[in-house]
């Protein structure tokens, strides 16, 4: 019976990057392991950490996120996100003076699903609000060996922009022709 719950906003959403210099081109430089700090302590994002380690542990293959939620709208993506938290004493790296690694955040894999697709990718369904739903993805593989003394912490969020495009909150046919009327403000649980 227990839950996390956070307030999502399509208008006011979580950004992807602190870092939108470091955006050019199609692809980020640097987006697959920013750090993600920024993001830990706003009122949209949910966040399970571990005590720190007392071993090394390896992940290697299919990361599968087995989401229950609940939302107070319609509609609604999942952004899942594993982190590698540094340890505050983590020492500098001379080859990249300008990354503070005591306490870093470090994005190991993300993935997005709209709750719309959770059954199937060609009959998109709204959700019932504040019903019980499992939403289950996969994220890239993965081969990350978190050491001894760092944490490991997952974020799950609502919005991603502009890595992804807003999702209205709302279900519509077409999400892509939302105008801001449709844009819907919902409160979140993961239990």
């Avoid at 939108?20 to 697959?32: A, C, V």
């Avoid at 830990?40 to 939620?69: C, H, M, Q, W």
């Avoid at 289950?136 to 912490?153: A, E, R, W, Y």
């Amino acid at each position: 019976n227990s839950f996390s719950e956070y307030y999502s906003d399509p208008n006011n959403p979580v950004p992807s990057s602190i870092n939108y210099g470091e955006y050019n081109g199609f692809t980020p430089r640097n987006y697959m392991s920013e750090d993600q700090r920024f993001a830990t302590n706003r009122p949209d994002v949910v966040t399970f950490t571990s005590d720190y380690l007392t071993d090394d542990i390896t992940l290697a293959g299919e990361i599968i996120a087995k989401l229950k939620i609940a939302s107070s709208s319609t509609d609604a993506d999942f952004i899942v996100k594993l982190i590698d938290i540094y340890p505050a004493d983590e020492p500098q790296n001379s080859d990249k003076p300008e990354v503070l690694y005591a306490n870093y955040h470090q994005m190991v894999r993300s993935e997005v699903m709209p709750a719309r697709f959770r059954t199937s990718f060609e009959k998109p369904e709204a959700l019932t609000p504040n019903q019980s739903t499992e939403v289950n993805f996969s994220l890239q593989d993965v081969l990350h060996t978190f050491k001894k003394g760092h944490k490991i912490q997952i974020q799950v969020q609502s919005t991603w922009y502009p890595m992804i495009a807003v999702n209205p909150q709302k279900f519509l046919e077409n999400q892509y022709l939302a105008e801001k009327v449709d844009y819907t403000k919902s409160f979140i649980k993961i239990f």
